[in-house]
């Protein structure tokens, strides 16, 4: 594995060490040095900034982006909260929830936040990781089964039927965790159809049959060989509901919203009054999307409980979620994961041969930890994305965002509800939460 700075070299040391202490049994002692040298490591963290980013400056920065989204006709309703320093510093909302009902955009308001499940999915599975439960290393197969025999597409013969061999090595938990599993999605230029055909997400589907229908199918490229963005963290819910021998959705409930007092976060939302609709951004205007579509999952419930999408929560629900990372797993009195294991999480886990990232790029100079993205270098100018190197992060289909910046002791939470997905409305976002490029050094 090719590495790109002593950031990188500290934090695979740092994943080897945890990771070697799970598989040793301790009454062996490794070497005093090799001991002083990884803590010493793991423990030198790049110093946290003095100053705080949230000034007036900001705030007056922030405001004025948010409501230039809704005067500009861009969202309907958005709203921000920030904490620095473990301290709330930004809340603001504009515009509506739901338009045509004028309700406005408020802390109450209700939003379906997609791929920001699969954090929490991510934390669920590393609360069993911390109890020896697997290894990272290990083979998906020795906890799923079906997955043993997974093959790979290898193209087509002149008859035009499919050609598949055998995987270069197995499926891990790692891949998993980081998208490089190799499962089909339904952007696959070849092989599109048949994973629509499979209708794993069918909302009837357990999780288990979820897991038997994808393990017919066949990969898309070699595990460890390509990222590629998908099912990967719906098999990490099923992964978790055969760990700890409980459904998904009331293992997460039990041990991560609960305990975080994440009350509001669930997969059918707690009050429906407060549930903002969801609108398509077309040729400049904002067409709501149809109640029957935009609540199809989330008005009842179903078997399927996804662990990469599916959640709904509030702005400060969020806030909680991501205030237990900054603080290291820790939240009030809840103690949710190890230290070691969110920095474990918060590491790049991709090496430079991955070079096949889909649309990762777009995110900034970043690698892939577990189910976060993580920042490695800052912008290199004014049309990238700002941030702190170090942070991790990720959003949601329907636009919303959340980072973690442990440099700065920052946390931010982004809720709106638009499609298509809208990468500029978070770069505008965090221009002015940070300031723009050459105006502050992140």
């Not at 922030?62 to 921000?80: C, P, Q």
């Not at 904490?83 to 510093?89: A, G, H, M, P």
């Not at 002791?409 to 809208?422: E, G, K, M, N, S």
């Amino acid at each position: 594995m090719q590495l790109r700075s002593w950031k990188n070299v500290r934090g695979v040391l740092l994943f080897q060490y945890i990771d070697l202490n799970k598989r040793v049994n301790m009454k062996f002692a490794l070497p005093s040095i090799l001991i002083v040298l990884l803590i010493s490591i793991s423990c030198k963290q790049p110093e946290k900034s003095t100053g705080n980013i949230i000034t007036e400056e900001a705030k007056a920065r922030i405001d004025a982006t948010l409501k230039s989204f809704i005067d500009t006709n861009r969202v309907a309703g958005i709203s921000a909260l920030i904490f620095e320093k473990d301290k709330e510093v930004y809340f603001n909302a504009f515009g509506l929830a739901d338009r045509e009902a004028n309700v406005p955009m408020d802390r109450n308001t209700i939003v379906r936040i997609y791929s920001m499940t699969k954090p929490v999915t991510g934390v669920a599975l590393m609360q069993l990781y911390e109890k020896g439960l697997f290894q990272l290393d290990d083979p998906l197969s020795k906890y799923a089964p079906e997955f043993a025999n997974v093959k790979v597409f290898a193209g087509f013969d002149d008859k035009g039927a499919m050609k598949l061999e055998a995987p270069h090595r197995a499926i891990t938990v790692r891949d998993i965790t980081r998208h490089t599993a190799g499962f089909l999605n339904a952007g696959n230029k070849d092989l599109g159809e048949v994973f629509r055909k499979a209708d794993l997400m069918n909302k009837n589907n357990t999780l288990t049959q979820f897991a038997e229908k994808l393990s017919q199918l066949p990969l898309a490229f070699h595990p460890g060989e390509q990222w590629s963005y998908g099912v990967c963290v719906d098999v990490q819910a099923y992964l978790v509901e055969k760990l700890s021998g409980k459904p998904f959705d009331q293992y997460v409930i039990e041990n991560v919203l609960n305990p975080l007092k994440m009350n509001n976060t669930r997969y059918v939302p707690t009050d429906m009054k407060q549930f903002a609709a969801l609108y398509n951004r077309a040729d400049g205007k904002l067409n709501r999307v149809a109640d029957s579509i935009a609540i199809g999952f989330n008005g009842q419930e179903w078997s399927l409980k996804p662990g990469g999408f599916g959640l709904t929560s509030t702005v400060d629900d969020y806030m909680r979620f991501t205030q237990m990372l900054v603080n290291g797993g820790k939240l009030d009195d809840a103690v949710i994961l190890k230290e070691e294991t969110v920095k474990l999480m918060a590491t790049n886990q991709l090496s430079d041969s991955v070079t096949e990232r889909m649309w990762l790029p777009s995110k900034g100079r970043v690698g892939f930890g577990i189910d976060f993205a993580v920042r490695l270098e800052p912008a290199q100018g004014p049309d990238e994305k700002v941030g702190a190197v170090g942070e991790f992060f990720w959003d949601g289909a329907a636009s919303t965002l959340f980072w973690v910046d442990p440099k700065n002791d920052l946390t931010a939470v982004l809720f709106l509800q638009i499609f298509p997905f809208d990468n500029p409305v978070h770069k505008e976002f965090k221009d002015a939460v940070y300031g723009k490029y050459g105006t502050t050094t992140p």
